[in-house]
């Protein structure tokens, strides 16, 4: 198996969902960390390998590293990923692809002119459920499809340091929704509509966001999409799709640490609470994901979800944005 080096770029929480991955992955080795506080990169490298460096140069041009993982601050991608197909090596990078519609349009103008493997990390089509269903629709298991359902709730807001910064709820958090909703349909929507309010801390709708949402969108084939998004939820990481069409309904369900449910003369009981959070819930689509960009480098083909796949999730992700403040529905316009 051909072994393939990585450049870690960043050292905040996605460093440590990709070091563990890439240490139990057979093709894959840390070879270097980079980032722009030398001891930062310095403790990322001392637990999960490679050489610590804050010159990113030095990291790109790093003899071991064959590919870059871009996992920095959300608005700092574009540069990373831009130096990082200047230097001619293929690319996973965390999502979003950039807070900016006119930034992912740089993004992805510099890939044409760069052409390397790049792949924009939407996890979540990794997940085992959520492909199989994907892949039901697509082969027309359900017929014609009528209605997407996504359910998405967090079990508590993030700092407000980490709000301010993320580019809004619609960026951070329903763009994992809208991407999933389009790959599943294969279609992009003619129109949007969104509304937000603000119910779990005051301080978030100060900043001029929100914690609470509900989004449609229409597609050009008729089918209509709802995603309810919520950054409060007691009872913990709430993950459901539905897809509804003429033969019938598929779902996807919360899963759990334990699945063993009692049944007796009184009630049928569940004890066990659903997966806290996107790290625990999503745990093996990190690892299959990392795979799939593994695999398309080496096989010499491109990865399955792309730089346009991102700059369209953006682009819906921000139109939300308009109408949630706007109070109208927005039509989309794609080239």
């Known amino acids: 198996m051909q072994t393939l080096g990585i450049a870690l770029l960043g ?22 960390v980079f ?15 490679g050489e610590a460096s804050s010159d ?17 601050p959300a608005n700092t991608h574009l540069e990373y990923v831009i130096a990082s197909a200047k230097a001619g090596k293929p690319t996973f990078c965390e999502k979003p692809l950039d807070q900016s519609l006119d930034r992912a349009d740089q ?44 359910t998405s709730r967090e079990p508590a807001p993030p700092p407000m340091s980490y709000v301010k910064s993320s580019g809004g709820y619609f960026v951070d958090a329903t763009i994992h929704d809208i991407d999933l909703m389009c790959w599943i349909a294969g279609e992009r929507p003619s129109e949007v509509f969104a509304a937000g309010s603000c119910l ?21 084939s008729g089918c209509l999409v709802h995603i309810n998004n919520s950054r409060r939820c007691a009872y913990g990481f709430d993950q459901r799709i539905e897809a ?10 919360n899963q759990r640490d334990e699945n063993l449910v009692r049944w007796g003369a009184d009630a ?24 799939e960009f593994y695999c ?34 927005v039509k989309m316009e794609w080239s």
């Open 11 to 32: 050292c905040g929480r996605m460093a440590h969902v990709y070091g563990p991955k890439i240490n139990t992955h057979p093709g894959l080795r840390l070879s270097v």
């Open 35 to 49: 980032n722009p506080n030398l001891a930062s990169a310095e403790r990322i490298a001392e637990q999960y390998g």
């Open 56 to 72: 990113l140069d030095h990291a790109l041009s790093h003899p071991g590293a064959d590919v870059v993982l871009v996992a920095t």
């Open 107 to 150: 993004c992805v103008a510099t890939l044409k002119q760069h052409p390397i493997p790049f792949m924009l990390a939407f996890n979540r089509r990794f997940d085992p459920d959520i492909a199989a269903l994907q892949k039901t629709v697509r082969d027309g298991g359900l017929g014609q499809l009528s209605f997407l359902m996504s």
């Open 200 to 220: 779990t801390d005051p301080e978030i709708g100060e900043a001029g966001d929100c914690d609470t949402t509900m989004t449609t969108l229409k597609m050009p």
């Open 244 to 253: 509804f069409g003429e033969a019938g309904l598929l779902q996807t369900t």
């Open 268 to 291: 049928t009981e569940v004890h066990a609470p659903l997966k806290h959070f996107f790290l625990e819930r999503y745990d093996a689509s990190f690892s299959i994901a990392l795979d």
């Open 296 to 329: 398309a480098v080496t096989e010499g083909r491109d990865p399955s979800c792309t730089v346009q796949d991102g700059r369209d999730a953006l682009a819906i992700a921000l139109a939300c944005d308009q109408s949630r403040k706007t109070g109208s529905a």
